[in-house]
């Protein structure tokens, strides 16, 4: 655990991927575990984890990377971190994050602006862009992060880890401070498959605590991953319009050069079709910011949170304490949400927007009719460089290749599959497959690495 401390002093001070660190506690818990000895029964015996700041465990604060939280600390453990530490994992420290994970480069952080660690001028992306740094920066070798339309994907893809967000319901969010609760899922960024698959088996569940986390068994992963050697008889799609116009070169070429390997590996591909991907953006923002606006409406000073010090009465004091606790982007989709919903609106918007996520729904499972996975980029791009995409618009328009797999619940995962070969950054391909498929989708992406 002090190597850990020693590497996390070297490249945090570049990083800057974590907001609160658990200096003393980790090496008393370290200690204590080592007089005791391993348990085989723990899998994750000793290692130290990192969180996602919005996701509570009991001793931390819980930011959200946000003013309005910045002193809120839990008294209880969110169900995945329960069963991390049953599994004996470690609680290292909490990672930076774009504000209530809005954001897709962890540029919208109340507190800090955490760096790349491939080239520390760019972003780590986001909106878990700490959990992905701190990963790459070799700080840990876990850590948790969510994915509401692609905020685990994205910055494992920014950052050359892997990471992977399950099916919706797989994994318990209680404990997660929700942002659009119909399309949140936690999930693990790791530097191998195999570790992705232990840490799933860990956090994956039923939970009566939360009524959409679904009652089916859990697979054992890592064992899943030891059964396939090779891809045959394995029908990998590839969706047109993801492999289209907007694509950066170097991007398409490390992608085309993974599905080259799975063809070598004994894969067959086949061309598909996810025809609605050209309204996947304008309907993931009308759903998540509705829900959003939604979710943060308890955070009015009253409850917990940031109160003004200037309330001169009760109207008065929500305003304050919300214009001065929320950021931008947080203001900005709470505004845009509550829009979509009101009434006279609710019909051109939000039912618009629920009409076509079906039909996204649609799209999918007909492409898995002739298809077990699906393979496309991550992001159009790789990390870019901080301040650079300073137009909100523009970096709703990162999400273009992830988004559709929240608003249909289906599990996908980002893989590193090299640098690009201008910007000498990593690139992530994406798998993606239908509900309840990350044994193949993992067993795939094992032989990939
Ligand atoms: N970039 C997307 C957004 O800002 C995704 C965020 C996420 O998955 N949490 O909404």
């Not at 494992?156 to 992977?164: M, P, Q, T, Y």
């Not at 840490?199 to 679904?214: E, F």
């Not at 391909?429 to 309840?436: E, R, S, T, V, Y």
Request: aromatic content about 6%.
């Amino acid at each position: 655990m002090s190597d850990c401390l020693k590497r996390l002093d070297e490249t945090e001070p570049a990083v800057r991927a974590l907001l609160e660190v658990r200096r003393e506690e980790v090496l008393a818990e370290a200690e204590e575990m080592d007089r005791q000895g391993p348990n085989p029964a723990q899998p994750l015996w000793g290692i130290p984890v990192v969180l996602k700041d919005l996701l509570c465990a009991r001793g931390t604060k819980t930011t959200c990377g946000s003013r309005m939280l910045e002193e809120f600390a839990p008294v209880y453990d969110a169900t995945a971190v329960e069963h991390l530490r049953q599994a004996g994992a470690v609680l290292l420290a909490k990672a930076n994050m774009d504000e209530f994970a809005m954001g897709s480069s962890t540029e919208n952080s109340a507190f800090q602006r955490t760096r790349n660690p491939w080239n520390t001028d760019c972003v780590p992306g986001g909106s878990s862009g700490g959990s992905a740094a701190t990963v790459a920066a070799r700080q840990c070798p876990v850590s948790l992060g969510t994915d509401t339309g692609g905020s685990i994907r994205l910055p494992a893809s920014f950052c050359g880890v892997v990471g992977l967000k399950p099916t919706y319901g797989r994994v318990s969010r209680f404990g997660m401070v929700a942002y659009g609760s119909s399309l949140d899922q936690i999930g693990p960024l790791t530097r191998s498959v195999e570790d992705a698959a232990r840490v799933l088996g860990v956090i994956a569940g039923h939970d009566r605590r939360d009524s959409t986390s679904v009652d089916c068994p859990v697979p054992d992963y890592v064992a899943a991953l030891q059964q396939r050697t090779d891809l045959k008889g394995l029908r990998i799609g590839l969706p047109e319009e993801y492999w289209r116009e907007g694509l950066s070169p170097e991007v398409e070429t490390a992608c085309r050069a993974a599905v080259e390997t799975l063809r070598g590996l004994g894969a067959e591909t086949v061309p598909v079709r996810l025809s609605m991907t050209e309204y996947a953006i304008a309907t993931y923002y009308i759903v998540a910011m509705a829900e959003a606006s939604s979710n943060l409406a308890r955070f009015d000073g009253v409850r917990y949170g940031h109160r003004t010090r200037e309330a001169s009465e009760l109207i008065d004091m929500y305003t304050r304490s919300r214009t001065e606790g929320f950021g931008d982007e947080v203001q900005r989709r709470i505004i845009m949400g509550t829009y979509v919903l009101s009434s006279g609106y609710y019909d051109a918007y939000y039912r618009k927007a629920a009409q076509v996520r079906r039909l996204l729904r649609d799209d999918f499972r007909k492409a898995f009719a002739s298809c077990d996975l699906l393979a496309g980029p991550v992001c159009p791009s790789t990390a870019f460089r901080v301040g650079d995409k300073a137009d909100p618009l523009q970096m709703y328009l990162m999400d273009i290749f992830t988004i559709s797999a929240n608003l249909a619940g289906l599990p996908g995962m980002s893989l590193p599959v090299g640098l690009g070969e201008t910007s000498n950054l990593p690139v992530g391909l994406q798998l993606m497959g239908p509900a309840f498929s990350e044994e193949t989708m993992l067993g795939a992406a094992h032989c990939l690495e």
